[in-house]
């Protein structure tokens, strides 16, 4: 079972990042961030694990592309990169919750999780039961749709994750984005 589970995984890893030819597709131009459509935000959110743990990124930005807000925290305790990568979403779906936006796409480069996610079949396990919590969250927020992405694409959430984990940054920024970031958003 264990070893079925893994070659699902691997598959999955393969058709997201591999090239045609089984590389890693890293002749292939990068793929870039497009803005949503008007009144709707998008949600970038990302996951980190090392050997400090494990932390997330949030990036809101609007239909214009524009910096609206950032989140990142540790996740303590926290070792599997899977879970970390639903954790983080969940994380970013309370907060929108919160912040009372109705009109969301999340995306996150994580296909487990987007698959999960927009899946009707049930998951019993610990990250199928956080999966059911942020299907909860998102019906109380309205119209949320989360979509899978490569990483570059998703390089800002990625980026926000990984400096909160090596820097121990963490908080929230709304308007004005943090320095480790700033640049990236003008790419």
């Not at 949600?43 to 090392?50: E, L």
């Not at 999966?131 to 390089?155: E, F, P, T, Y």
Request: hydrophobic residues 40%; charged residues 20%; proline residues 5%.
């Amino acid at each position: 079972m264990a070893s079925d589970q893994m070659r699902r995984m691997q598959v999955a890893w393969k058709e997201a990042y591999a090239g045609p030819d089984g590389s890693n597709g890293s002749t292939r131009p990068p793929v870039e961030w497009i803005p949503p459509p008007r009144n709707t935000i998008k949600c970038n959110v990302d996951a980190a694990v090392s050997g400090n743990g494990a932390s997330f990124g949030i990036v809101v930005r609007d239909h214009d592309g524009r910096f609206v807000a950032a989140k990142c925290g540790r996740l303590v305790g926290e070792e599997d990169p899977y879970m970390a990568e639903v954790l983080g979403a969940k994380e970013a779906l309370a907060w929108l919750k919160m912040q009372h936006h109705s009109n969301i796409i999340l995306e996150s480069d994580c296909l487990n999780f987007c698959n999960a996610f927009n899946s009707c079949i049930s998951d019993h396990s610990c990250v199928g039961l956080v999966v059911k919590q942020c299907l909860s969250i998102a019906k109380d927020i309205g119209n949320v749709s989360v979509s899978h992405v490569k990483r570059s694409a998703n390089r800002v959430a990625r980026e926000l994750a990984r400096a909160t984990v090596s820097m121990s940054v963490s908080g929230v920024w709304t308007g004005i984005p943090p320095s480790c970031i700033a640049s990236l958003l003008s790419q």
